[in-house]
T-cell receptor, first 111, second 114 residues
Framework: DAKTTQPTSMDCAEGRAANLPCNHS???????VYWYRQIHSQGPQYIIH???NNETNEMASLIITEDRKSSTLILPHATLRDTAVYYC????????????FGKGTKLTVNP | NAGVMQNPRHLVRRRGQEARLRCSPM?????VYWYRQLPEEGLKFMVY????????ESGMPKERFSAEFPKEGPSILRIQQVVRGDSAAYFC????????????FGPGTRLTVT
């Protein structure tokens, strides 16, 4: 699995967009970029995934650079409940193989 | 559709005892994964199972740890002769099939070894 690097921590004001970067310069052509988050020691929660195109769902948007070496997770209107550790993971197909979690980014949403 | 269920949620064992952690995947899910999270660390993959088969156990410690996912019933992660270093949160995840993309995680079992 490709190694990903993320900032250790970030802060965001409530109601503003939170932009979480991830570098995955060694990602292979058939690896997806996944984002999960873990809220205060709960089980991780899937957010979104993508291969080449930008993706959007009810939780977030995922922007992947054209060379696929980096991506950004966007929470458009962060709330206090979005405070969590966010993990960026490169995986061939997340439903049929292990996920390799790094240290993630601790996002703190401030009132 | 109930989510992934794990029990017990908290388990205390003395050194040398056995710990059994149970995971009931979501309905219709036949793939189960176990991850361990040591205090202040990230999640580490342990084992991936399908019904009655171990697919990938590359993250399992060589001794004392075993896992099963029988045809009927929950998946079991068994730790024999627990030591203090086994104290951690153990998370189970499930997915419906090989073509799926996301894993659904349970709330975890917190194991404390005294």
């Amino acid at each position: 699995d490709a190694k990903t690097t993320q900032p250790t921590s970030m802060d965001c004001a409530e109601g503003r967009a939170a932009n979480l970067p991830c570098n995955h310069s060694t990602i292979s052509g058939n690896e997806y970029v996944y984002w999960y988050r873990q809220i205060h020691s709960q089980g991780p929660q899937y957010i979104i995934h993508g291969l080449k195109n930008n993706e959007t769902n009810e939780m977030a948007s995922l922007i992947i650079t054209e060379d696929r070496k980096s991506s950004t997770l966007i929470l458009p209107h962060a709330t206090l409940r979005d405070t969590a550790v966010y993990y960026c993971i490169a995986s061939l197909q997340g439903g049929s193989e292990k996920l390799v979690f790094g240290k993630g980014t601790k996002l703190t949403v401030n009132p | 559709n109930a989510g992934v269920m794990q029990n017990p949620r908290h388990l205390v064992r003395r050194r040398g005892q056995e710990a059994r952690l149970r995971c009931s995947p979501m309905k219709g899910h036949s793939h189960v994964y176990w991850y361990r999270q040591l205090p202040e660390e990230g999640l580490k993959f342990m084992v991936y199972l399908q019904k009655e088969n171990i697919i990938d156990e590359s993250g399992m410690p060589k001794e004392r740890f075993s896992a099963e996912f029988p045809k009927e019933g929950p998946s079991i992660l068994r730790i024999q002769q627990v030591v203090r270093g086994d104290s951690a949160a153990y998370f189970c995840a499930s997915s419906p099939d090989r073509a799926s993309y996301e894993q659904y995680f349970g709330p975890g079992t917190r194991l404390t070894v005294t």
